[in-house]
């Protein structure tokens, strides 16, 4: 698909969002970050968001392993190409396995928690919701406030994968 909207350079994005651009490009060994020079086109709202996702990635109250395993199911099961490339690289730098990759596709092989995670994740993105015996199973587990962060950041991710797929955001190479 060609760019709905192109990815922007310093006149589009302003020095601020053209510098993060800049880094994020830098940290993905890429010349641009697709999304960032892209989403930076919205001024200020880019760095309300940024501030937002970085709030329940990398600095949230899950484990990373945890937040990517989110991440990587949500990317996975909305057959995001973008953000599942990223999070690969960024989900192996946190610890992830193959293995655990590929359970995280198919959905089998977890211990109760994880299992209890990928469920929810599952029916947040296919369902838009959550049922109570899939919520109980979670709520084992985790406490309230990691409740709340486990359904902000997949809420999150598969807003995330929605713009990308509707702005039509290309993978860097």
């Given at each position: 698909?060609?760019?709905?909207?192109?990815?922007?350079?310093?006149?589009?994005?302003?020095?601020?969002?053209?510098?993060?651009?800049k880094?994020g490009?830098?940290?993905v060994?890429?010349?641009?970050?697709h999304l960032f020079s892209t989403?930076?086109?919205?001024?200020?709202?880019?760095?309300?968001w940024?501030g937002?996702?970085?709030m329940?990635?990398?600095?949230g109250?899950?484990?990373?392993?945890?937040?990517?395993t989110?991440?990587v199911r949500?990317?996975?099961?909305?057959?995001?190409a973008?953000?599942l490339g990223?999070?690969?690289?960024i989900?192996?730098?946190?610890?992830?396995?193959a293995?655990?990759?590929?359970?995280?596709?198919?959905?089998?092989?977890?211990?109760e928690?994880?299992?209890a995670?990928?469920d929810v994740?599952?029916?947040i993105?296919?369902?838009?919701?959550v049922s109570d015996?899939?919520?109980?199973?979670l709520?084992e587990?985790y406490d309230?406030r990691?409740?709340v962060?486990?359904?902000?950041?997949?809420t999150?991710?598969?807003?995330?994968a929605t713009t990308?797929?509707v702005?039509?955001?290309?993978p860097?190479?």
């Amino acid at each position: 698909m060609t760019p709905r909207v192109t990815p922007g350079g310093l006149g589009r994005l302003g020095p601020i969002n053209y510098a993060i651009a800049k880094v994020g490009a830098r940290a993905v060994r890429a010349d641009d970050m697709h999304l960032f020079s892209t989403l930076g086109r919205t001024k200020r709202l880019f760095l309300g968001w940024l501030g937002y996702s970085g709030m329940l990635m990398p600095f949230g109250a899950l484990k990373r392993t945890e937040s990517e395993t989110v991440i990587v199911r949500v990317a996975h099961l909305r057959g995001n190409a973008y953000e599942l490339g990223h999070h690969r690289r960024i989900g192996a730098r946190a610890g992830l396995t193959a293995t655990q990759f590929e359970r995280i596709f198919d959905g089998s092989g977890w211990n109760e928690r994880s299992a209890a995670l990928l469920d929810v994740v599952t029916e947040i993105v296919e369902d838009k919701s959550v049922s109570d015996d899939a919520w109980a199973r979670l709520a084992e587990f985790y406490d309230e406030r990691r409740l709340v962060e486990i359904v902000l950041l997949a809420t999150n991710y598969d807003g995330l994968a929605t713009t990308i797929d509707v702005l039509g955001i290309e993978p860097e190479r």
